[in-house]
């Protein structure tokens, strides 16, 4: 028997999800690295403040991808189950 086609939806839908917060976190993390390389001539407390909220985003990112990776295994365990629990295939 194949596979429930909502797991395959499901799976496909956060796997590109996970790329996404991939991505994401790619941009906020170069975008950190450009306050290291190229410090703007601003008052050093907006430019921590800024630095600060973006460290905060990229955290906030992993922590989403996590949980995202987290549903992703459980389904993968889930699916497993269902066809031990039909006899395998």
Do not use: C
Not at 26 to 35: A, C, M, N
Not at 42 to 61: F, H, K, N, S, Y
Not at 74 to 84: G, K, N, S
């Amino acid at each position: 028997m194949d596979p429930n086609p909502n797991v395959i939806e499901r799976l496909s839908l956060l796997s590109n999800l996970i790329a996404q917060v991939d991505e994401t976190k790619l941009y906020w993390e170069q975008r950190l690295g450009l306050f290291w390389e190229h410090p703007p001539a601003l008052d050093p407390e907006v430019v921590g403040q800024a630095m600060q909220e973006t460290r905060d985003r990229i955290r906030d990112l992993e922590a989403q991808k996590s949980a995202l990776v987290q549903q992703q295994q459980a389904l993968i365990v889930q699916a497993a189950i269902d066809r031990a629990n039909r006899g395998g295939d």
